[in-house]
């Protein structure tokens, strides 16, 4: 009789998982559909809500942020829609519509210049920031497997692998390359953060401080510090400043 109630339990309960996916998947489709047809409309606030109910039910994706991101921007929110076009760039860095809208974005931002950039270097930032962490991790294996294999390959077939030595040169250097890209790039996202509102930075991390600089909303900074409701940002030009946490959001987080 046990073994009879264990397994009605077991069958009972087997396809529940798999029912609330489905259900969870035809209720991200109707947000999906919903934000849509509202943005299409001018109904900027309701397709951001439609939008904002699928992260709220933890799927995120490249597209989500990116609709989200565009219904921000016409609805004059342009810190956040700097956030999210930020966070769609971490999904889908290629996509060619994601590209023209954040940099059309990014022209309305009233942000200090950075420094001039040496052309080897812009060269570097348009390699780093055309990949995920993922893809460069990828990329990294599987050329050291290759080069791996490679290796065994010429050692067992008895070939000198001095003759090789420029070629395995070579693939060491784009090993180093990929996995200094991997660490930059991790640490970039880790800290990036944009400013929300407009607010002024002070000096120190208490509401007495004198303002040090003003951040505008949309400016993109580096997340330093946190102390209690303060946090510690970097901006382009390298001035250090504490505004309260709510002016800010970290790209890698969720809101």
Same mark, same amino acid.
């Given at each position: 009789? !046990? !073994?009879? +109630?264990?397994? #009605?339990? +077991?069958?009972?309960?087997w396809p529940q998982p798999a029912k609330a996916v489905v259900n969870?998947?035809?209720?991200?489709?109707?947000?999906?559909?919903?934000?849509?047809?509202? =943005?299409?409309?001018?109904? =900027?606030?309701?397709? &951001?809500?439609?939008?904002? %109910?699928?992260?709220?039910?933890?799927?995120?994706?490249?597209?989500?942020? =990116?609709?989200?991101?565009?219904?921000?921007?016409?609805?004059?929110?342009?810190?956040r829609a700097i956030l999210n076009y930020q966070r769609a760039a971490?999904?889908?860095?290629?996509? @060619?519509?994601?590209?023209?809208?954040? !940099?059309?974005?990014?022209?309305?931002?009233?942000?200090?210049? *950075?420094?001039?950039?040496?052309?080897?270097? @812009?060269?570097?930032?348009?390699?780093?920031?055309?990949?995920?962490?993922?893809?460069?991790?990828?990329?990294?294996?599987?050329?050291?497997?290759?080069?791996?294999?490679?290796?065994?390959? #010429?050692? =067992?077939?008895?070939?000198?692998?001095?003759?090789?030595?420029?070629? +395995?040169?070579?693939?060491?250097?784009?090993?180093?390359?990929?996995?200094?890209?991997?660490?930059? !790039?991790?640490?970039?996202?880790?800290?990036?953060?944009?400013? #929300? %509102?407009?607010?002024?930075? #002070?000096?120190?991390? $208490?509401?007495? *401080?004198?303002?040090?600089?003003?951040?505008?909303?949309?400016?993109t900074v580096r997340f330093v510090d946190a102390q209690g409701a303060?946090? @510690? &940002?970097? $901006?382009?030009?390298?001035?250090?400043?504490?505004?309260?946490?709510?002016?800010?959001? @970290?790209?890698?987080?969720?809101?």
């Open positions: 009789m !046990k !073994k009879l +109630f264990l397994l #009605l339990m +077991f069958f009972l309960l969870d998947e035809g209720r991200v489709n109707t947000f999906f559909a919903a934000g849509r047809a509202a =943005y299409t409309q001018g109904n =900027y606030a309701q397709a &951001i809500q439609a939008y904002e %109910n699928i992260l709220a039910a933890g799927r995120a994706s490249g597209p989500v942020y =990116y609709n989200l991101a565009n219904a921000y921007f016409r609805h004059g929110q342009l810190g971490r999904l889908m860095p290629r996509d @060619k519509d994601l590209k023209f809208n954040f !940099k059309y974005a990014r022209t309305q931002v009233r942000a200090p210049a *950075a420094g001039e950039i040496h052309p080897l270097l @812009k060269i570097y930032q348009r390699f780093r920031d055309d990949y995920t962490p993922a893809e460069l991790a990828g990329a990294a294996i599987a050329l050291l497997g290759i080069m791996f294999g490679v290796h065994l390959f #010429l050692l =067992y077939s008895g070939q000198s692998l001095r003759r090789y030595g420029a070629g +395995f040169a070579a693939g060491l250097f784009v090993l180093a390359l990929l996995c200094f890209t991997f660490f930059n !790039k991790t640490a970039m996202l880790s800290s990036a953060a944009v400013v #929300l %509102n407009e607010g002024k930075a #002070l000096f120190e991390p $208490r509401d007495s *401080a004198t303002a040090h600089f003003t951040v505008y909303p949309g400016e303060w946090a @510690k &940002i970097q $901006r382009a030009d390298d001035n250090l400043g504490w505004v309260n946490e709510s002016l800010v959001a @970290k790209v890698g987080d969720r809101e």
